[in-house]
């Protein structure tokens, strides 16, 4: 009997340091990563996250940097301390042990802060992040996921609980920032438009924007450029991930339908910006009208495009206009050769629509800004010509006068 009470205690004696040194292993990783990351571009998001709240959801759509962010966050405000862990649940070790175990395991050896990595790949990640809210009184959750999940509209577990924050691309700005190593602030859209050319004067007599610009149009959104290897065919991956891990996943739509959903990228691209015809998609892909809206509205939710509305109208009426939802995707379809108004109004509306509302403009306008602001987007504007009603964002206008603003300025909004 009391052979087998030892046994039995040494049974346990080694799932303990087991289980110790799982966590251990998560631990090197963290060191490791930590040590070693690099972010040239430090993310506004950094400072806006609220300190006081205890679960966080980061997200972004895939290649923005969502991994990084968290490094980056721990690195900034952690160091190596102990208190804070990186975790991946891409990690086999999940396919094994519950998250809840790990983070109780962590909690009791006096972890605190927990950043989670690619929480949707975890079947139940929202019950087991509600109880650790609820059981786990002092740990601080951040977690990173698709731009697919709708947090808050679609997740009554996690509902009045998670504070979400969306991490986009860079933005001119930083780009600029980055590439000429400059330290440019960020302005609002009311600045810009009331100081365009003072702000504009003063960015300039440090350097030339338009030297940097047509770069970001074409690369610079995607933090991935910074990596070694070809951008576009990286690119080029990252779309079809997108499409095939998390639209098809998260929205549950079979792996047999995933051509149909990169046949409607396709013709989408090939034509935006443009009105969006459904029935004639319809027929294409041979899907029904409902199902062109419902993948429509994926790929929009995974940052692939953007919708415009008439004012008054929303989803689930067809849109006045697809968008892409930037620059570099236009110039990732090498069937069709980028159309230059389109690069303009794509910057334009992507730039804007994180922190304002845009609808069809009206009156030879694309874009009415927050219900009162219309705005013309152009290459250049012939002085005669000139709409006083209007605001104008002009390509290869360095620094502006009046109504006129340099398009690339949008780009600090920020």
């Excluded at 190596?80 to 990186?86: A, V």
């Excluded at 910006?273 to 790929?299: E, F, G």
């Excluded at 794509?346 to 009415?368: C, E, I, P, V, W």
Aim: hydrophobic share 40%; proline share 4%; charged share 20%.
């Amino acid at each position: 009997m009391q052979s087998r009470l030892a046994k039995i205690e040494v049974f346990y004696y080694l799932c303990g340091l087991f289980k110790r040194e799982a966590v251990e292993s998560f631990y090197r990783t963290h060191k490791y990563l930590v040590e070693h990351v690099e972010s040239p571009v430090k993310r506004d998001l950094m400072y806006q996250i609220d300190k006081n709240s205890r679960l966080v959801g980061i997200k972004g759509s895939r290649g923005v940097g969502k991994t990084t962010f968290l490094l980056q966050y721990a690195k900034e405000n952690y160091g190596l301390d102990r208190s804070c862990l990186y975790i991946n649940l891409n990690n086999l070790y999940f396919t094994e042990h519950t998250l809840r175990d790990f983070a109780e395991r962590f909690y009791g050896q006096g972890g605190r802060v927990l950043l989670i990595d690619q929480v949707f790949k975890y079947p139940g990640w929202s019950e087991e992040l509600k109880y650790c809210y609820d059981h786990l009184p002092e740990l601080k959750i951040i977690f990173s996921g698709s731009s697919v999940m709708r947090l808050k509209e679609e997740n009554p577990v996690l509902a009045g609980l998670v504070d979400s924050y969306n991490l986009r691309g860079f933005s001119f700005r930083e780009y600029l920032n980055l590439m000429a190593s400059t330290h440019f602030p960020s302005y609002s859209l009311s600045d810009i438009i009331t100081n365009h050319r003072a702000i504009a004067q003063e960015i300039c007599a440090q350097v030339n924007p338009l030297d940097y610009f047509p770069g970001y149009l074409h690369h610079g959104y995607y933090p991935f450029f910074l990596d070694k290897s070809n951008f576009s065919e990286n690119l080029v991956k990252n779309i079809n991930m997108i499409m095939e891990v998390d639209i098809l996943l998260i929205k549950q739509i079979e792996l047999s339908y995933l051509p149909k959903v990169r046949r409607l990228m396709y013709l989408l691209s090939v034509h935006s910006p443009a009105p969006t015809n459904v029935s004639q998609l319809s027929k294409d892909i041979q899907i029904s009208r409902a199902t062109v809206m419902n993948y429509i509205k994926s790929l929009k939710d995974a940052r692939l495009i953007n919708m415009l509305y008439r004012v008054g109208e929303e989803f689930p009426k067809k849109p006045a206009m697809v968008y892409m939802h930037n620059t570099n995707i236009i110039y990732s379809n090498r069937s069709v050769q980028a159309d230059p108004q389109s690069i303009r109004e794509t910057f334009f509306y992507n730039t804007l629509h994180k922190d304002h509302r845009l609808n069809m403009g009206s009156k030879n306008a694309q874009f009415l800004v927050n219900r009162e602001l219309l705005f013309r987007i152009q290459g250049s504007v012939p002085r005669s010509r000139i709409n006083p009603h209007f605001y104008y964002a002009v390509d290869d206008l360095k620094i502006g006068s009046e109504n006129l603003i340099p398009l690339w300025l949008f780009g600090f909004v920020y």
